[in-house]
């Protein structure tokens, strides 16, 4: 489970700005709160809420990064640029990333890195024990010396090939290849999330929907739980079901694709089926955003989503929320950050799980937990509070 991340010298951050999903005793029960394996208490949800344009985006995307440099920047081609973009006050500064994380097993772990678009600057991985984090590797550039310096505890991975691991690439990504089980432990990681490096996917219904509907077809228990929860939404829909079509376009190889299909059915009994293309754009997203959440409830891990109620009313975001609640939708402890526009989610939510975030006339972006502010209640009116200003992150015209 994630516990918090820090970044700095990313997009609009400059500086040092940190996500922190540890709740501590003085927060009430709040629904959507667990107890970690490893006794630590956490919360299953946190929303980030702020104007267009002020990073809200940006927040969201070192935990997107670190998933992708960690498993895949192994892969990158060799003289690829690392994808991260410094605050353009700072061009010449590296950008700096730490998380911190919980294993299945209860183990916390602590990641460290600093980098430029060229090169690794600095990378660690702490494992915690007895007395505090004690280092599993450190990678270090030496700049005189014009390679890296790595020491390691218990890692596993060859010195001399640690040292020659290029400067673009992760060596936890590079030592998984190698079969380092420790590695090969964090390539696993579960992630699912509309965003990537330039921001949000936009949504495409002649790629989404096919691929959400291939996702349903091989896992029959959640597109099961899938149009179940749809017809519990009030879409009009008494069932979805998915279909293998062959398509066969002018001068192509046939193709195989999976199709979805919503039954509509009246008060007489009379049914209707109509092929999601041609189903609301509500219910679309609808369809597409449980392909993401339904993998990371049924077997834990994280979601990571931009604009979370794009098409969808705001009323159904409780009900979509509730399912990171309900330990029984939710039985390994996945967790969702997610930015949304709707601010009905401030009568939801607590303010442990809420962050705001601003961005200033030097174009640099900050971001705050709202029970950071001083003076503010459990029993305030979160949403009346915050669309009369008083808590910041809110448009000025």
Known sequence: MLHR????????????????????????QVGWDVVSVGGHRLSTVAAVIGA?????????????????????????????????TPHFSSPNEPTEFEVEAEGLDGQMWRYVLRLTQQRVLHEALYQQKVKGFSYVFVREWDESAQHYQVKQQDFGMAPSEARKVRPNASLISTAAQYGVEQA?????????????????????????????AKHFALNQAQQTQMASLLKAWDLGLSDVQVREHTLQMPGEEPQKVWLPFGLHTDRNGRSQELSLFDESS?????FVLLA????????????????????????????????FANEETNPHQAQIIFTCHAMEVLNVLHKSQV???????????TAWRMDS?????????????????????????
């Open 5 to 28: 991340y820090a970044f700095s010298n990313f997009q609009s951050f400059r500086e040092s700005t940190e996500v922190n999903l540890r709740l501590n005793r003085k927060v009430p």
């Open 52 to 84: 267009n344009g002020s990073g809200k985006t940006a927040l969201l995307k070192p935990v997107v990064f670190l998933a992708w440099f960690l498993k895949n920047s192994f892969h990158a081609q060799v003289d690829a640029p690392i994808p991260v």
């Open 184 to 212: 090969q432990m964090f390539t696993r990681i579960h992630l699912q999330t509309n965003v990537v490096a330039n921001g949000r996917m936009p949504f495409r219904a002649d790629r989404d929907l096919p691929a959400a």
């Open 282 to 286: 509500g219910t679309q997203s609808a």
């Open 292 to 323: 993401r959440l339904l993998p990371a409830l049924a077997d834990g891990g994280l979601v990571v989503i931009d604009e979370f109620e794009n098409d969808l009313h705001p009323h159904m975001l409780e009900p979509i929320l509730d399912l």
């Open 355 to 365: 962050m705001l975030v601003e961005k200033n006339e030097d174009c640099e972006s």
């Open 373 to 397: 502010i001083l003076g503010i209640r459990n029993d305030d009116n979160f949403y009346a509070k915050y669309m009369a200003g008083a808590y910041g992150a809110v448009p000025q015209f």
